[in-house]
């Protein structure tokens, strides 16, 4: 199975809520941080790879017909050509709304995570380095990534999605009916602080 949509936005750009509606759309199962996670093969696969950097892709993403979130968006520079059929998805939302809420939930994470040898811990080094405190620094990483996307990919393979934008230009994008469900929003920053033990369950 390739992949067949491929999504180049950062996590917190409506990743899950873009996740969910690939899924329903039948572009799934959708790859994502959470199926990292989730998946013992996946996470033990992914922890390799980012100790060797000799990716494999067919089996970094088996049984996968798409990926949004990270760890592949920081991978989207070799994926897009390694899988030229695959239809490409932008996810984005304001720069500052953007740092609000990866601070307040990944960064957040990272900072405070005990296995520094997690993917995510180690994603989010690799793409940024010791900047992913810098404000400045990551409002300014967030929107090169978005310039590059638009700048790289050819423009009938890409869509710039914005979770605001609904079902209709994605699946007129995909090539697929409109589904009567409406359209998801998962993954708020509540939800994720709780996921991750930033927050307290009652």
């Not at 030229?84 to 996810?91: D, E, F, S």
């Not at 590059?148 to 999605?161: C, D, E, Q």
């Not at 605001?164 to 230009?169: A, F, H, I, N, Y």
């Amino acid at each position: 199975m390739a992949l067949e949509v491929i999504g180049t936005g950062f996590g917190r750009t409506g990743t899950d809520s873009m996740r969910e509606a690939l899924n329903i759309l039948g572009f799934g199962p959708c790859h994502h941080m959470f199926e990292v996670t989730d998946n013992p093969l996946m996470k033990a696969r992914w922890r390799e790879f980012m100790n060797s950097d000799v990716p494999d892709w067919p089996a970094l993403f088996e049984g996968y017909r798409s990926c949004v979130d990270w760890p592949s968006a920081h991978y989207w520079r070799e994926l897009v050509p390694f899988y030229p059929q695959a239809r490409v998805i932008l996810t984005w939302r304001d720069p500052e709304s953007w740092w609000t809420s990866f601070e307040a939930t990944i960064l957040r994470y990272v900072q405070s995570a005990q296995d520094r040898e997690s993917v995510g811990v180690r994603i989010i080094e690799k793409a940024f380095g010791d900047r992913a405190a810098d404000r400045a620094q990551m409002i300014a990483a967030y929107e090169a990534n978005v310039a590059a996307v638009i700048a790289m990919v050819p423009k009938n393979r890409l869509l710039v999605h914005n979770p605001g934008d609904g079902w209709e230009p994605l699946c007129a994008h995909l090539g697929v009916p409109v589904p009567e469900a409406p359209y998801p929003s998962r993954n708020t920053t509540a939800e994720l602080q709780k996921r991750v033990g930033l927050q307290k369950t009652s």
